[in-house]
C-alpha cells in the first residue's frame, strides 16, 4: 500500500531524513517512536507530499501520487496534525465536514452521504456534545478529538496521525488508539506517532523507530520494542513488565 524508498530530506544544508525505505501494508496500525527532533514530523510531511524530496520514490497503492492532484491525493491518504489552531469559528460538525471535500462533486457540494460519514465520525469519537460548538472556543484536547474525526470522516485508506493524543485524557487516549486499531482491522493503513511508548506497545501491530532521521528499528512491535532499544532511544533503563496477556514498559526509577 505504502512504499518509500531512498527517502532524503534536507532543511537548508541540514539532512534530515537518511535514506529511508520503509514499506506498509493495507489493514495495519504502525507505531511510530523517535526522540524529540528526530525527524517523524518530516518524515509524515514528506509522505503526505507536504516536503519536497529529490531522489526518492514514494508510492501509494502502487500510484506514483506526486502526480496526483489534490482531490485524488485526499482520497487516498488523511493526516491528523501535531497541531491546529482554526483561525475561523467554524463549527466542530463544519470542521469534520470539510473531511469529506474530496467528495464534493463540485457545485453540488454535499451529499446525504458526506453528513451521514461526518455524524458516524462524530458518534465514534464521542464528541455529539461539541458538535455545535465553534472550533474556536474548544480547548486543546476538544480540538484533537474533532481533528480525528475529520480525519475518520475522510475515510481514506491510508491515515497519518502526528501524535493523536498528545493533548487527550487518559480515557480519550485509550479509546482513540482502540478506534485507530478497528480501522486498522477493516482494512486501513494507520500510521500514528506518539512519545508514550506504552500506547504503541498496546495497540500497534508494528513499529518504526527513527532517530537521527534514520531508520532505527521496523517489523513487528513485540520484536521491535526491546529494553536495549528504549534505552537507545531514550537514554535511560525501562522494564517491560509483563501481565497475563499485556505487557507495560515502566523506566527505571
Ligand atoms: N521548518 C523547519 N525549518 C528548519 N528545520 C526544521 C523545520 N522543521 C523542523 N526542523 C528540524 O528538523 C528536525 C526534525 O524535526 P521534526 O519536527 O521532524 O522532528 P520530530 O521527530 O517530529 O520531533 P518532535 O517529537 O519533537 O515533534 C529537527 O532538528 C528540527 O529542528
Known sequence: MLEIKNLNFYYGNNHILKNISFNAESGSLWGLMGPNGSGKTTFFKCILGLLKHT???????????????????????????QEHKPPFPFTVREMILMGRSPYMGGIFGLKKEDYIEAEKA???????????????????????????ARSIAQNAPVMILDEPTSALDFNNQITIWKILKKLAE?????????????HILWFAENTLVIKNGE?????????????????????IEYNILHNDNSKIIQPVL
Not at 122 to 132: G, K, L, Q, T
Not at 186 to 198: E, F, Q, V, W, Y
Open 215 to 235: 531508520i532505527l528499528a521496523n517489523g513487528k512491535t513485540d520484536d521491535v520494542i526491546t529494553n536495549s532499544l528504549l534505552k537507545e532511544i531514550y537514554g
Open 122 to 148: 462524530i458518534e465514534m469519537v464521542n464528541i455529539a456534545d461539541i458538535s455545535d460548538k465553534p472550533v474556536t472556543a474548544l480547548s486543546g484536547g476538544q480540538r484533537q478529538l474533532t481533528l480525528i
Open 55 to 81: 531522489g526518492s520514490q514514494i508510492k501509494i497503492n502502487h500510484l506514483d501520487y506526486e502526480k496526483l492532484n489534490t482531490s485524488k491525493l485526499a482520497k487516498l491518504i488523511s493526516y491528523v496534525p
Open 186 to 198: 477493516t482494512g486501513k493503513l494507520i500510521i500514528a506517532c506518539s512519545h508514550d511508548p506504552n
